[in-house]
């Protein structure tokens, strides 16, 4: 991963933790906890692609298994976390735009229904029943709701920040970069089409002028 796409995941997955640890989980909101950290993850893995979301996604759940009052397994919410991180980033399109935000919401439900199942899962697994008292359904409604409304507020501003630690911003314009999928989406803001037209017409008038110049100095000595 470049430096500053560490030092951009960091600063949110920071962010993220805190404001849940301190703000949304003091709530008391029936059934589930909004979990601003996996919209971090999600947002970063569909500008960043399947490797950087599965080691985000990683390293943002191992630092919520140790942040206090962490009361599950250690590497619990790192492994949830990491194969969210790794299955979103799939959901990258190859030409790097996002036409709608049908995708990206339709990704956080399935993303908070698949965290939930995959934590409870592994809960299992380890000895901790507590999702079969508090009710499994209820969580995986609860969670999904909580999510999708916090999602339009974050996910978006998360993958503009994302999008903009990239060195060439021209390229992000483009139908791709880096290897095919770290461009502009299209929902996020219809500027970027506008902008990459008039560069392109204003290249297209240069490389024109040019050549017609090339041509009429070729013809000059022809007919010298």
């Known amino acids: 991963m470049r430096l500053n796409r560490i030092l951009l995941s960091t600063l949110l997955v920071v962010v993220a933790l805190v404001v849940q640890v301190t703000v949304l989980a003091r709530l008391h909101l029936p059934g589930a906890v909004p979990d601003l950290l996996l919209l971090v993850v999600i947002g970063l893995a569909l500008v ?9 996604g990683f390293c943002a759940g191992l630092f919520a298994d140790v ?39 339709l990704v956080v439900v399935a993303a908070a229904v698949g965290s939930t199942l995959l934590y409870a899962g592994v809960g299992s697994l380890v000895g901790d029943t507590s999702a079969r008292h508090v009710g499994l359904t209820g969580l995986l409604i609860s969670a999904a709701v909580y999510d999708l409304l916090l ?24 139908p791709s970069t ?17 902008r990459g037209g008039r560069i392109g017409s204003q290249r297209a008038g240069l490389l024109g002028k040019s050549a017609r110049g090339r041509t009429g100095r070729i013809k000059g000595v022809k007919r010298l």
């Open 48 to 56: 960043y692609g399947h490797t950087s979301g599965a080691l985000i």
């Open 67 to 105: 942040a206090p009052p962490a009361d599950h397994a250690t590497g619990r919410y790192a492994l949830v976390l990491c194969l969210v991180g790794y299955v979103v980033g799939l959901a990258r399109p190859e030409n790097g735009r996002l036409r709608s935000a049908t995708v990206p919401m």
């Open 151 to 174: 999602a339009p507020f974050t996910v978006p501003l998360i993958m503009a920040a994302a999008r903009r630690t990239e060195n060439d911003p021209l390229a992000a314009e483009g």
């Open 178 to 194: 880096m290897g095919g999928g770290e461009g502009s989406y299209g929902w996020l803001g219809g500027t970027g089409r506008g």
